[in-house]
């Protein structure tokens, strides 16, 4: 009787350990993201991926110069996102933005972040990733503040339905 308990109480403590390591350290997703159409903006595309990832633990941006989850690109309009689903689809930097005075790194992690599953949020705050072109051309912080951090974390951590969506990002 007491042996049957004991067992009991072990299996018990098994199922429970097992639930929270799978929970707790459940592996990043990955999206692969290829920039190789970003001309003379790849090191720009680089600071914005390395920000998440310095950022979020659900998820991982790794550049790849193959098939890709995201596709970057650039041409002489506004930066702007379209986004097929959560962590699909394809971003551009836009040169009108850059020529402006807008910060490189910022409109990429911000580009990012739309991949991510993050709306506009034009808030004019320098603090929020995600208010964009409408904090002025002196914010260079490209960093996502707590809320953005976590938004992204519970997306990945349920794997939200996002898009599809499209979010052109003139000032
Ligand atoms: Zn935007």
Redesign the pocket.
């Known amino acids: 009787m007491f042996l049957r308990k004991t067992i009991a109480v072990v299996a018990s403590a098994a199922a429970l350990s097992v639930g929270l390591v799978g929970t707790a350290e459940a592996a990043p997703r990955t999206l692969t993201y290829n920039s190789s159409g970003a001309g003379e903006f790849q090191a720009a595309v680089d600071r914005g991926a390395q920000v998440w990832n310095n950022s979020v633990v659900n998820v991982r941006l790794v550049k790849v110069t193959g098939a890709a989850n995201i596709t970057v690109t650039v041409d002489n309009q506004w930066p702007r996102?379209y986004v097929t689903s959560l962590g699909r689809g394809r971003w551009v930097m836009g040169r009108q933005a850059v020529n402006e005075g807008h910060d490189t790194t910022r409109i990429s992690s911000?580009e990012f972040g739309?991949l991510l599953g993050l709306p506009?949020r034009r808030t004019g705050l320098c603090t929020d990733l995600?208010s964009?072109a409408s904090a002025g051309t002196s914010c260079k912080n490209p960093n996502p503040n707590t809320r953005e951090k976590a938004e992204v974390e519970a997306n990945f951590r349920t794997a939200v339905t996002v898009g599809p969506s499209t979010?052109v990002?003139a000032a």
């Open positions: 996102a911000h739309h506009d995600m964009g979010y990002d």
